[in-house]
């Protein structure tokens, strides 16, 4: 079964210091992997995500992630917070089986406090 | 990006009613739609996954007669909490998925709060 860890149930930084929201996975076949944000009381906003290719993913309001196939990783970064960024962060694995079923299995979040 | 919608996204029931809350894609065909529900500072938990015209496919531990789940149209989805307790407030977050285009993402709603008095 396809598994995501996100081992920090919070992360603090300060405003304009670099970010890291880590994130590990446990898939048996290719992963398909996703970031999503939520901010309070509200659904999912999707910010990236790595299917094939290049291991450097680039997404929304300027974040990106690198897959890391050797460490299992897909760790969220940013090279310079805001405290916009403030919010709740969920990694995601998508595994999609026969007939096109798919689910989509998330880590515990973690929750990032942009200090100004 | 594709856009899906929910409705209502606050609602507040007394125990024992039921509550319908409905679950639009808004400019694709969603073949598939999927309900999770979300408890505070926890993670999103997949309660069931519907195709349109059949029915529901639902995860361990959650009750379909609870938990209704119809999805008639390649545009709508709908949940129904039957007979509403406490026990079920919770933050409701669909999302859909359409065969077509890039490998089956999912699109989120923007959820619904439930609050069972």
């Known amino acids: 079964a396809q598994s995501v860890a996100q081992p920090e149930d919070q992360v603090n930084v300060a405003e304009g210091n670099p970010l890291t929201v880590k994130c590990t996975y446990s898939?048996?076949?290719?992963?398909?992997l996703f970031w999503y944000v939520q901010y309070p009381n509200r659904g999912l906003q999707f910010l990236l995500k790595y299917i094939t290719g290049d291991n450097l993913v680039k997404g929304s309001y300027g974040f990106e992630a690198e897959f890391n196939k050797s460490q299992t990783s897909f760790h969220l970064k940013k090279p310079s917070a805001l405290v916009s960024d403030s919010a709740l962060y969920f990694c995601a694995v998508r595994d999609i089986y026969s007939g096109g079923y798919q689910k989509v299995t998330f880590g515990t979040g973690t929750k990032l406090q942009v200090i100004p | 990006g594709a856009v899906v919608s929910q409705h209502p996204s606050r609602v507040i029931c007394k125990s024992g009613t039921s509550v319908k809350i409905e679950c639009r894609s808004l400019?694709?065909?969603?073949?598939?739609m999927f309900w999770y529900r979300q408890f505070p500072k926890k993670s999103l938990m997949l309660m069931a996954t519907s195709n349109e015209g059949s029915k529901a496919t639902y995860e361990q531990g959650v009750e379909k007669d609870k938990f209704l789940i119809n999805h008639a149209s390649l545009t709508l989805s709908t949940l129904t909490v039957t007979s509403a307790h406490p026990e079920d407030s919770s933050f409701y977050i669909c999302?859909?998925?359409?065969?077509?285009?890039?490998?089956?993402?999912?699109?989120f709603g923007p959820g619904t709060r439930l609050t069972v008095l």
């Open positions: 898939v048996s076949g290719n992963p398909y």
């Open positions: 400019d694709f065909q969603a073949t598939t």
């Open positions: 999302s859909a998925s359409s065969l077509a285009g890039d490998n089956n993402e999912q699109f």
